[in-house]
């Protein structure tokens, strides 16, 4: 069983708050536009393990050290981890057939600001996009997501306003 921490569109903003969150999880998830890479630096002293991917605003040392898309098997559950993805009907061109072809279970994305979680029951898959945890952009809310993954399954999904 792992406890996975999620966030995304950071844009170079740090909040004390992430790690009061994430204090328990076993791995940390950044969706992109994750900004200056000394965020990533500070959520590696969270969480064991971070994962990362670069975003559209993202560039320099953030593009050398992640890259545009990630898939893992954690905890016998597929994930695809990417900044720009779409959404169950609307995916960006291509990618539904990789959620395919490599069975993802768990598809987590940013890039919109917009919290959603959402199944895609043709798939069989989850649609997470944790919102936006930084402070630049349009977004209503702070977001970020916390879920349990254990023996393929997916549960325990949580969501964690901040203030904006």
Same mark, same amino acid.
């Given at each position: 069983?792992? $406890? !996975?921490?999620?966030?995304?569109?950071?844009?170079?903003?740090?909040? +004390? *708050?992430?790690?009061?969150?994430?204090?328990?999880?076993?791995?940390?998830?950044?969706?992109?536009?994750?900004?200056?890479?000394?965020?990533?630096? $500070?959520?590696? %002293?969270? %969480? /064991?393990?971070? $994962?990362?991917? *670069?975003?559209?605003?993202?560039?320099? +040392?953030?593009? $050398?050290?992640?890259?545009?898309?990630?898939?893992?098997?954690?905890?016998?559950?597929?994930?695809?981890?990417?900044?720009?993805?779409?959404? /169950?009907?609307?995916?960006?061109?291509?990618?539904?057939?990789?959620?395919?072809?490599? *069975?993802?279970?768990?598809?987590?994305?940013?890039?919109?600001? !917009? #919290?959603?979680?959402? /199944? +895609?029951?043709?798939? +069989?898959?989850?649609?997470?996009? /944790?919102?936006?945890?930084?402070?630049?952009?349009?977004?209503?809310? *702070?977001? #970020?997501?916390?879920?349990?993954?254990?023996?393929?399954?997916?549960?325990?999904?949580?969501?964690?306003?901040?203030?904006?």
């Amino acid at each position: 069983m792992k $406890r !996975i921490g999620i966030l995304s569109d950071t844009h170079s903003c740090w909040d +004390d *708050r992430y790690a009061k969150h994430f204090a328990d999880c076993d791995e940390i998830w950044h969706a992109g536009d994750i900004g200056d890479i000394s965020l990533l630096e $500070r959520l590696k %002293g969270i %969480g /064991p393990e971070v $994962r990362a991917v *670069r975003g559209n605003v993202d560039h320099g +040392d953030v593009t $050398r050290a992640c890259p545009e898309m990630l898939i893992f098997t954690v905890e016998g559950v597929n994930v695809l981890l990417t900044h720009i993805g779409g959404y /169950p009907g609307r995916y960006t061109p291509g990618l539904k057939h990789v959620l395919s072809d490599e *069975r993802i279970k768990l598809m987590v994305c940013g890039h919109s600001h !917009i #919290l959603k979680v959402m /199944p +895609d029951p043709a798939l +069989d898959l989850l649609h997470v996009n /944790p919102g936006a945890a930084g402070q630049q952009g349009w977004q209503r809310f *702070r977001t #970020l997501v916390k879920l349990t993954l254990d023996s393929g399954n997916i549960s325990d999904l949580e969501v964690i306003h901040l203030s904006k």
